[in-house]
């Protein structure tokens, strides 16, 4: 299966020149107040009209595209688990999520997907939304999280490690442009199986 | 596949529409069936369980002529499909029972460019041309080619053999070359019988890589087409021949010729072809004849060959046909890139990169002596050292499949050869024998032959076998290395089982020589004296498999920093100790047999004929083998340094805080711990460490302040490095881990007299001299 995740490289160098640009704005205005981070609000997925905006969020960011199956397919069996980021009337940010019961019995979720517009980086919006999933599977009593990443996408290996996610597999040549990728999982439960039953060859 | 028959009349909106409509058709149909009848489809309804439909889906549509579209009934449905999408409000999915997960994705949607290959194609393009519509189109030569022609397509077809090795599938890379669907057809000598050897490789290579069973979907494309591939016959045993008569009617050719550069740079490429054929042909019989021993001098004569001419082939790359710029077929004539587009499933990739010529040559450069070292492992005679070698052989050669199948082959080959008929069985009865020599696996043996001992280790090696955990240890070292570390934590279970009959086996021994010793049998009871022999051969391999299965986590870059600590304290605190005591507790058992050996002699020789006089001499030539593992425990005594070294090293840079944490909403330690030594955790021996203890243990180091812990972590390097710098005739290994200790102890000096006390950033941790250990950067 090939599944990207998103979170692509940000150019810090362009970020700073920003707030460098808006600290001196502000020191010629002398008495504004400095320029707060937008608002942004969670909501959770609510109905067919915002799979487009979906749709958009993570196509922007993958090369390779999703089947309209391969969305409804999540947001329909898990609504409560896909939450978006937004900020006005605008869509910035996605994850979405499954939680089913494992091969071995466990309850385990997987973060499927997850994906922030390029102009709202760096905002913690990622954290946030993976948080958000986590804490409402954990919710619904869940025993583990799962999730791959590609090799090459150190924000996000870093954001799931920041978290406390262990990096369990190196999955080779697992994406379809011959990249590796890592299967992260983060145990919630002290819960541990025989090695040789929970590690089953993939499919 | 139906989407251009079917939208030509709806002509949706967007793909979105377009897939509503198609889940309401879906769902019509299911409600159409579930009314008439509650019950729900089953399996063999759909019929998949039938043969017929299970053959096509297997095959693909390789049978169908791929320039047509398929010829089926196809029906006008539009009129009630539109009207079952009224029942459906907008993004209601009817799922059926098999469309899960893995549907949803490689289904595709119709007329999107992305995912529907079809659209790829102009109304105004012609389909691509298939080896007899290019004969008809003109477009492909099959006779009369000259040498330049001849050798762009030999070099581009030397890429599509790299490139499906690779792991590429068979058809996106090999079967685009028109000229590999018929070679018979062909006119052109050289041409024919160098495609017909191509078909005739592709055939043995599928074979070596299915019978050595080390590939994975990854590495191996098995999926390609058959139909094609076996619409000629293969001979693979006349290539050679076929090879060598047209080789040498050209070099009569070039013998009249005034410049006979470049029908000799083809000439190069037929002889490359011929031993390259023979090397992969005879490793391929080595699997099913006799004769071993002549045909690995036959194979490595054919590999010393082969290399040769591969510097005269690399610098003749620019006589042939090139590419043509920004065109995905790698040569100009003779590839048609886009004749399978139709017949791949849709999760294959839509276009492959074909490797250049001069990344190919220098691939099969490679290979050929990756080849060679294989040869080498038949000097393995033992376990032992058959598994350091497969152990070596993966670190170097582990990504290319068809090298590492062929190493699998070789050994095979070379075990039936030495021990006949039940080759691994007594491969490891000899091995136990050659480890640690027990007196009851010893021919001389008076109580060798007693049927109740025979009976005791025919069961335990047949257990061995029957178990599998030491067959299957030096076949996961033939893995792709990210795939070894999986399957190392699941053998590391099976272990346990054979621990416990060797333990059993052991206690038997020394109970009848106890029993012999009563009756008052002392030869026989002397005979039997026993020690931890076998267990102690089991406990050794299963250690080693501990030990790389903890340390390629760092290979495969599986650890985050702040997992390092709990990840070096294991073997520095056990497994690497266990190994030692293994490696001299084995050493001793040896001296102390050769002692008992040499003091039965002498007293033999006391009572004296000359005959016995001679065998004085024996043990003592045999006195250099006394520390036949001295190499191995100075080894692993600077691995335990290095990691004592690491383990304190994580320590002090934790507590001194230049180690990120991660945040504790979610984080517990103890889990990630166990997860990591999940494997250890069903041994009996050695007996799982709970978190507990590591904790106690690590917080009570903890204790210490920031600049004792640099302090004593520098100690261990420069323990390390005082054991490494005496080694002799050190390997590039010892010379590296020598930098990195020497380098690392430095670092912690300078840590423990405060440098940079203020700047709390975390180090780099490079990895890049030894993949077990990091050179501690700070930056």
Sequence with gaps: ?203 | MSGSSLCGVVEPADFQAAAATAAAAAAAATRANSSSDRDEWSVSECGFMDPEVQRTMRSGSAAEDITQYPLRGWQEVTGEFIAACQELIPGELAQDMMFGLFEAMSAIEIMDPKMDVGMGFDKSDLPPPSFEAAITMGVIKLDDLTPTELIGIFDALFSCIVSWLEGNSMDQVLFTCLYLHAPAKIKDKPLRVFCTAVRNLIAVIKSIILLAGVNEEEDFQLYGNSTLLSAEKAHPGNIFGYLKEVEDELVRKCKQLTSPEDLMSVVHRLRFMRHLFQVIYQVEQMETSTGTEDRMSEIYKNLNVASELLPLIRKTIDRGTQPVEGSEAPNPIGFSTRIHDRSQPPSFPRSIKIRDRPASFQFLEEMISRFKYACKVTRNKDYFSALNFFIEYSKKSGQCILSRSVLQAIFTANLRMVHGRMPMKQFLRHSVQAFNSPPVLSAKNTVSSDPKVQQQLENFFRYCISLNTFTMFIRICGFNRARQRDKLGRLIENFDAIQVDAARLDSFMNQLANERAMEGNELHATALKHSTHFSTWVLYNCFRAMLIYLMSGFELELYAVHEFLYIYWYPYEFLVGFLVSALTRTENILLAQEEYAEHLSKTQANGGSTSKNRKVAKPRKNKKLQRPYRCEIVFYHALLSLCGGMYKAMGALTKDGRVRLPMDTFDNEEVRYIRRFRPFGSLTSPPPVSYQEFKSIRDHMMLASVEDLYSVAAKHFDQARNILENIQNPDQEVLDLLQIARTNFVVMNVLARGHQKDVKRQPEFDFSKHSYFPIIKLK
């Design chain 1, 1 to 203: 299966m090939n599944f990207c995740f998103t979170f692509l490289k940000s150019i810090l160098s362009i970020y700073l020149d920003k707030t460098k640009m808006i600290n001196d704005q502000i020191a010629a205005e002398g008495k504004e107040d400095p320029p707060s981070l937008p608002v942004i609000t969670y909501t959770r997925f609510a109905d067919e009209t915002e799979l487009k905006a979906l749709q958009g969020l993570i196509d922007s960011t993958l090369s390779e595209a999703y089947t309209l199956y391969t969305y409804r397919y999540f947001v329909y069996q898990w609504p409560d688990l896909c939450f978006f980021a937004r900020h006005e009337g605008r869509y910035v940010g996605v994850v979405v999520c499954e939680l089913e019961p494992n091969r071995v019995g466990l309850f385990e979720g997987y973060i499927a997907m997850l994906a922030v517009d390029r102009e709202y980086r760096k905002q913690h919006i990622g954290r946030t939304l993976v948080i958000k999933a986590i804490e409402a599977m954990v919710a619904k009593d869940v025993d583990l999280v799962v999730l791959e990443a590609e090799y090459t996408n150190k924000v996000a290996l870093a954001l799931y490690e920041s978290l406390g996610f262990i990096r369990e597999k190196r999955l080779f040549k697992h994406y379809g442009n011959g990249s590796d990728a890592f299967r992260l999982t983060l145990g919630i439960k002290n819960i541990m199986l025989p090695f040789s039953m929970e590690c089953c060859e993939d499919d």
